[in-house]
């Protein structure tokens, strides 16, 4: 049975085929070729099964042979390909999907394959008349090694000899005189220049009892824990403790982290402490041939710590090296893949962890409602606590900052977006020799053009999705160029109109984005304004991956006093001259139509405050919002992060929503609306008619909250019930009636974390 690269949904099985003579042992997990369809057209897919028979009512006489291996590459070993058969099943994505997927395209292409050729002198060489002066030049190189050295490369051996080209020793090798072997191997450097090793600080007494706690439970099985601990508690000190460990009993520990915190700062520090430790770093900022070599240190079992992004659960560990694994930041929602297959990182972890045998530990200082359940009344999960801050650290003092008050206190009729008390904490803050962070949540409604006149109530939409387009301003070396509009959802950009459509009125831009934000930054610090000292950083002024990690190291020196951004400023940054950190909008979050709304709001304001008091002096956030009595925002403020669990689970039990029940979300999407409206009540409907529909909610077929994206129209079928093996079962039923067909038209979301 072969899984084809494509998204042809036989689950379990994939496609049979026949094992031709050559390929006699090939075995399950193998990459290979395979004739697809009418014109055989080879394909690549992996053998998911190997069975002596054809299955029952398969013609074997039809059955088309395997063309041949399609790469070098080991097989897949059993435990990920039980993984991916998990996912498949459970996140209802095609097989040969999820195996794709678990691939990453470097390696899969193979990029940065070379074949190393290593020389030795023949045992028995044939007797040979004359020798030329190159060739006596290599034998005498040969001679005058140790005898008990490694092969010498082609190349390198050349060298010593002082040849310009490798020719003569080729011919050598065909005379029989030396005898040459081959290796292919993935070039490449090994990334990036090990620092020399820090040191390590004495744990607490809080951290001892975390690090023992969850290291008794090292060779012992599967097990999962979670590091409860606020933001600077020293969680990342736990973590490379229980790494140590892992390393140290011969096992290997693997280290996710959300894409975002994967910072210079946190691979250096990581890198330094085990300087001796080799260490398989896997993110998106790799060049291809980096990514595969990484990767093959991670198979060859060289790298005994591998850590990455959320992909990096999928990092070819030989099966039985495994030993721990580690989901920091567990609530991030970057480890919710958005497209097929939508596997959760953290979820797929848990299940590795499970087929490892071993413990996986998440950490979070605002862990996900689902873990905190399963940690708490499920008691399904292991808590661990920090409950202060590491020694050195204070813990920062939140105000919140109620900015319907504070805009009244402006003369001017402007829009203003930072208040007179971020302002003059700015100020402050930077006249004392601190540093500041000022987080902008930019999604959300943002830099959008309007019509002046506010009775007209004309506003920029993108003519492909039901979504308004935001306004940016590209900056070059001679200053910010002509704005344009760009839709966040299907990519689209336009020029701004000069006049509304509607009423002719001039057109303004409102709401608030970072560039706004920067400018009324300038204003209030004009001092600060013609140094490079204020920096803004999003996804707009950030071109190449180094852009970000330069700045960060800037902003480490000092020469940046001010940091100004998104999302990407809110995690992971540990610097000790941040006594100020300011958010924008806390409301930006709050608004979204999502129901875990509140949620996002408290771990994005609880991360990013948590930046400052890392050095001496105090550290002081400010939180600026229209809603200063939502609670989110105010046991934010308060450090309650239980409070508001206890609090926001009481809701979602009221509402029947998750994670007190399971959700499962099915996206209907046509670009014909009458098509997406009938295809979703049909399924709709089917759904309630099975028998599996007993005990579960259905809820709508209703639009989504962005109701058309690349002009397609979208409905949304929620799938709500207490536990998640009811989901599966109604789910599973439909699949196999093939009325959930994962595709352009249909896509199903299980467990989703966004629900736009
Ligand atoms: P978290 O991951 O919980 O946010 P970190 O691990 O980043 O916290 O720790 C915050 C800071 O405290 C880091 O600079 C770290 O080096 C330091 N730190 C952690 N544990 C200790 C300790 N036991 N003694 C001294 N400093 C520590
Ligand atoms: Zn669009
Ligand atoms: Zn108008």
Known sequence: MVAVERGVDLYPDGLTYAIPEPLEGVREGARVNVPLGRGDKPTRGTVVAV??????GIDAGRIKPILGLADER??????????????????LCPIGITLQSMLPAAVRREVGLVTTTFIERAEHPPAVARLGPKQRKVLEVLENRPPDAEPIELHALAGEAGLASPAAIRAMVSKGLLVATTRREVAGRELPDRAAAIPRPDLTVEQATVVEAVGATLLEGFSRHLLFGVTGAGKTEVYLRLVEQTVQAGKVALLLVPEIALTPQTIARLLARFPQIPVSILHSGLTAAQRHRQWSLAAEGKARIVTGARSAIFAPIPDGELGLVVVDEEHDPSYKQDQAPRYHGRDVAIRRAQLAGCPVLLG???PSLETWLNA???GLIRMHRLSKRAPGLNVPKVEVVDFARERRSFADRRVHLIGPTLASGLRRCLDEGGQALLLLNRRGYANYIACSDQRCGWIKTCSECDAGMVCHRPEHRDGPGPEFLRCHHCGSEQRVPRACPECGKPVTVFGLGTQRVEEELRRILPDLDESDAIVRVDSDSMDAPGDFHRVLSRFGEGSIRVLLGTQMIA???DFPGVRLVGVVNADTALNLPDFRAAERTFQLVSQVAGRCGRGEAAGRAIVQTFQPDAPAIRLTALHRFEAFAEAELADRLRFGLPPVRRMARILVRDEDLAAAEAAAKELAERLASLPESAGIELRGPSPCPIARISNRHRLQIEVLADDAAAIQRLLQRA????????????????DPVALL
């Not at 699949?735 to 299980?750: F, L, N, Q, T, Y």
Request: proline share 10%.
């Open 51 to 56: 069975a002596d028979h054809p299955p029952a």
């Open 376 to 378: 708490t009344s499920r």
């Open 364 to 366: 979070s200082a605002t």
């Open 74 to 91: 080991a097989p897949l070993t059993p435990h990920l390909l039980d993984l991916a058969h998990w996912i498949s099943r459970y996140y």
């Open 735 to 750: 699949r196999a009636e093939r009325w959930i067909r994962p595709g352009e038209k249909m896509a199903v979301d299980v």
């Open 571 to 573: 995690k992971g940054l």
